[in-house]
């Protein structure tokens, strides 16, 4: 009440209280701003080096270049920055990075993120995103993964596209397994008298089915502007 006495110490607990309220609100409010610095700083490519962080002293994933180029061209993935990525980026992802900010005592001003070439076009795919902070001397530390994991069956179907060696191996396999079934009634009837002539014209079927398929694979990549994924795996382009 207005004339009641005056107990100091409630009085003092009572500013122990406002006080306390104060510092939570400037902790939220420095929080959002650390978060929304975090989140621009992922949009927008920045025209600062990268963070040289001494690598033994990261506790995350480390990966080379040659390592993530390696999975990219593996899966078909593309390695950008991540200011070309058309997806949301987590509130998890943002955590991260802070996380990783406040342990390291540093600032990351260059983000790349791994994806599918889809999810650097359009807004709604999630496929594997990766976000990585690059720490410099080709070096990148994982940060956070979010989206749904590929599918065991995506190494195979996506082995023909590494590159023009595996384009090779895989024509001439599938060209093998076709003449292999092949049933001798398809033969000419002189090929068809003695084993070496059947051998001899399913190896030489083989060997044009493979140049064929080869042929016809090529020039549908090109007319379809389709690149191996050892070229295309840092290409901001469509291909």
């Not at 607990?13 to 978060?35: M, N, S």
């Not at 070309?84 to 992802?93: N, S």
């Not at 190494?155 to 396999?173: C, D, E, Q, V, W």
């Amino acid at each position: 009440m207005l004339f009641d006495p005056v107990n100091i110490v409630e009085e003092l607990q009572k500013e122990r209280e406002k006080a306390l309220l104060d510092e939570v609100q400037r902790i939220l409010l420095e929080d959002a701003i650390t978060e929304g610095n975090i989140t621009e700083r992922i949009q927008k490519k920045s025209k600062e080096e990268a963070s040289l962080l001494e690598i033994s002293k990261v506790s995350h994933l480390i990966f080379s270049k040659k390592e993530i180029k390696a999975i990219c061209v593996k899966y078909r993935l593309r390695f950008l920055d991540s200011k070309r990525f058309k997806g949301k980026i987590p509130y998890e992802a943002i955590l991260k990075v802070k996380e990783f900010e406040r342990k390291h005592q540093t600032e990351v001003r260059y983000f790349k993120i791994i994806a599918p070439a889809e999810s650097f076009k359009l807004e709604d795919n999630l496929k594997d995103p990766l976000l990585f902070a690059e720490l410099g001397s080709g070096k990148y530390c994982l940060l956070h993964q979010w989206g749904s994991d590929m599918e065991w069956h995506q190494k195979l179907l996506l082995f023909p596209f590494r590159n023009i060696k595996t384009l090779g191996i895989y024509t001439a396999s599938l060209a093998i397994l076709i003449t292999l079934f092949l049933p001798a009634s398809f033969m000419p009837e002189f090929y068809q008298k003695t084993i070496g002539l059947v051998f001899f014209y399913k190896a030489f079927s083989c060997f044009i089915l493979t140049g064929l398929l080869f042929t016809f694979s090529l020039i549908y990549g090109i007319k379809s502007s389709k690149d191996f994924s050892e070229n295309v795996w840092e290409s901001k382009y469509f291909n």
